[in-house]
């Protein structure tokens, strides 16, 4: 199994993690320029450490890449990252606590088929974070949002939120989705957390022991790689987990 790590805050201290890894790697850096990213990436240089970059957008641009998002915010993106060889992480949320940014629907309409044309031509580079929901409604209404994307159409993996430690009732639910998503094979990843707070501020914190039993869940149901939200967590105790199903 691979085990790679998502990092929404790549300040010295989180990076200094990577310390603890001795198995090969990748990180999901969330950067708000390509700039930025390149510049994490050559301060933070290990042989076993990939980075992909995670753009993410200010706030009130609506933080997540969707249609949603500022017009201006999007295309800054898509013309950042035009031609560059790395893996992109494209988080497929809805706009982070602006729910004014649903009623621009002139949003909308000028980002839609910017998003559609740039994975049709890059698909094979990007890793989609998706809401693990598996119904036709739902997957209907999110690829009509433009926040679901098919590998099969794209060619792009999914990394689907399997964060358990935000939604414990909803396990049992979420788990039987992620199964039923097998179809994608190695274009499906699952992301496991949280083991640190994300941008809410306020996400629980999964332990250690149920870290390993949702790692179990995944080898059970042959999920080759995992994705921990997020490295700045990391400590000795979730490392000793990780190092049994390397």
Do not use: C
Not at 2 to 20: C, V
Not at 184 to 204: F, H, S
Not at 226 to 242: A, D, Q, W
Request: charged share 30%; no cysteine; glycine share 4%.
């Amino acid at each position: 199994m691979k085990i790679s790590f998502f990092e929404e805050f790549p300040t010295k201290d989180n990076l200094q993690k990577l310390n603890l890894v001795k198995f090969p790697t990748t990180v999901y850096v969330a950067a708000k320029s390509f700039q930025e990213f390149e510049r994490i990436r050559k301060l933070n240089s290990k042989k076993n450490v990939q980075f992909a970059y995670w753009p993410v957008l200010k706030k009130e641009e609506g933080y997540w890449l969707s249609p949603f998002s500022s017009p201006k915010a999007l295309e800054r993106v898509l013309s950042e990252i035009k031609g560059k060889d790395v893996k992109i992480m494209w988080d497929a949320e809805l706009p982070f606590r602006h729910p004014w940014l649903f009623l621009r629907l002139d949003h909308f309409f000028h980002n839609k088929p910017l998003i559609r044309k740039y994975f049709r031509k890059n698909g094979k580079n990007i890793l989609t974070s998706e809401y693990p929901i598996k119904n036709k409604f739902a997957e209907l209404l999110m690829k009509m949002l433009e926040i679901y994307f098919s590998p099969k159409e794209y060619g792009n993996k999914k990394i689907v939120m399997y964060y358990t430690s935000m939604h414990k009732k909803l396990a049992p639910h979420l788990l039987h989705n992620i199964a039923k998503m097998q179809k994608y094979g190695k274009n499906l990843q699952v992301g496991l957390g949280t083991i640190a707070k994300g941008i809410l501020g306020n996400e629980p914190i999964l332990s250690a022991k149920n870290l390993e039993k949702h790692l179990q869940e995944m080898k059970k149901i042959g999920v080759e790689e995992i994705v921990i939200f997020r490295l700045g967590g990391l400590n000795e105790e979730y490392v000793k987990v990780l190092d049994k199903f390397i």
